[in-house]
């Protein structure tokens, strides 16, 4: 039985069993022996090589119990056999110190009931039984009447209602024992399967990861190439021009405007390179900026832009104190968005710019920045932050990814909402 393993398959259990049933035997003898102590009507030198039997008998127990195979039948007969013989020393020690009236009749109880938890409810009944039958027997001789019958039997009898509920009980810890080392070994392998999978997860997620990294870095290289050939083709043919106008001997005025393009094409290509130099950079450096201050000094950039296209700027800026934040990235942030917006509304339109402590996310600026342009499609807005991407009616760039780019850096969040025909909505939300 389970029981019986978890009770008796240490060193450490046995070698308990074996103090205690060593140190009730000898406390025995030191009773029935010792001078003025209890008067028995026992040989003190056949006790005490009773004694020597007793302590040889519990010695070799101690160490058969290593060569019985656990979990097997074995074990367990051989636990019941190991009380059957505590209740034989017993009922040698009730004999010889007064037999029914004997002080070592509690000894039963504690045999007993340490066999119903060991051996469960059909062993410990039959202990009991053993119990009874050595308890009778050992004290036959001192006669027994009517009267010792029913004394007898008043005696026996709470041998089983011991050995029953104290039985039934172990039984019941031996199934829920069994059910949780059920219920373990599931969880174990369980377990094991989980850590399969999260490993399993974990590479996919890196080798996802890593192929995500591979086409955006394609993508940005396919896009790079495509921006630069263009002026680069450019810049090639009126080189070639420029040359054969030089060899011609073509006057300076003539060769000015062949210049004037080689420039705003070197301009381009500076641009662009600037541009991806901004998105490579990580660096950040925090100081307190006053945002009403910051959009000022943007908004003071498209002063001629706006008023070009006959813009309406509504401002709604809370009283706030200063933040903590990269000054510098914000602004390109905030001057890239406000630079997409305007350039959506070449024939008028509203530059609305809000900034607010959010009411949902503490410790949160909600900067929100509309335009109303024609807005962007869906096709569109799902690119809308991946370099050189089409906004709309604006040109491929990288204005909006730079600008995410900086926001996400500084610890922020930028997100955009358009309407066909009604506009777009940036909202960035910063850390306080």
Not at 237 to 254: F, H, T
């Amino acid at each position: 039985m389970v029981k019986t393993d978890y009770f008796a398959e240490t060193l450490k259990t046995n070698l308990l069993i074996l103090f205690v049933r060593l140190l009730s035997v000898s406390g025995a003898v030191i009773w029935v022996t010792y001078p003025n102590l209890y008067i028995a009507n026992l040989n003190k030198l056949q006790i005490i090589y009773v004694y020597n039997i007793i302590i040889y008998i519990y010695t070799a127990l101690f160490i058969i119990r290593f060569f019985i195979p656990k979990h097997t039948t074995k074990s367990e007969i051989f636990c019941f056999f190991s009380f059957v013989f505590d209740q034989i020393v017993i009922s040698y020690f009730t004999y010889n110190t007064g037999g029914f009236s004997s002080p070592f009749y509690s000894g039963y109880f504690v045999v007993i009931t340490l066999s119903a938890f060991v051996l469960g409810t059909r062993l410990s009944l039959l202990v009991a039984l053993f119990g009874a039958v050595f308890y009778v027997l050992f004290n036959y001789s001192y006669g027994i009447g009517f009267y010792n019958i029913v004394e007898v039997l008043y005696r026996i009898i709470p041998f089983f209602v011991i050995a029953f509920p104290t039985g039934v009980l172990s039984d019941l810890a031996e199934k829920n024992l069994e059910e949780i080392k059920s219920l373990n070994e599931e969880l174990k392998d369980k377990n094991k399967k989980l850590g399969d999978s999260l490993f399993k997860i974990e590479r996919m997620q890196r080798q996802l990861i890593k192929r995500e990294k591979e086409n955006a870095l394609l993508e940005l290289t396919e896009s790079v190439a495509h921006r630069l050939r263009n002026p680069l083709m450019s810049l090639g043919g009126m080189s070639s021009i420029l040359e054969k106008k030089l060899k011609k001997g073509a006057k300076g005025e003539e060769l000015m405007k062949y210049v004037e393009y080689i420039k705003s094409e070197s301009k381009n290509i500076s641009e662009i390179i600037n541009n991806l130099l901004e998105m490579s950079d990580r660096e950040v450096e925090l100081k307190f900026v006053k945002l009403d201050v910051l959009i000022d000094a943007v908004l003071s950039e498209f002063d001629g832009d706006i008023k070009k296209n006959n813009i309406k700027v509504n401002l709604n800026i809370e009283s706030m104190p200063p933040i903590r934040t990269d000054e510098k990235k914000l602004k390109i942030a905030i001057h890239n968005i406000i630079d997409n917006c305007i350039k959506v509304m070449k024939n008028g339109g509203e530059l609305s710019i809000s900034i607010v402590q959010s009411k949902n996310l503490r410790n949160t600026i909600e900067i929100t920045i509309s335009d109303t342009g024609p807005g962007i499609p869906r096709s569109v807005l799902k690119n809308i932050f991946k370099p050189f991407e089409s906004g709309g009616t604006v040109k491929k760039g990288v204005g909006l990814p730079i600008a995410k780019h900086s926001v996400e850096i500084i610890g922020g969040e930028l997100y955009i909402e358009s309407e066909i025909g009604k506009g777009t909505t940036f909202k960035i939300l910063l850390p306080m």
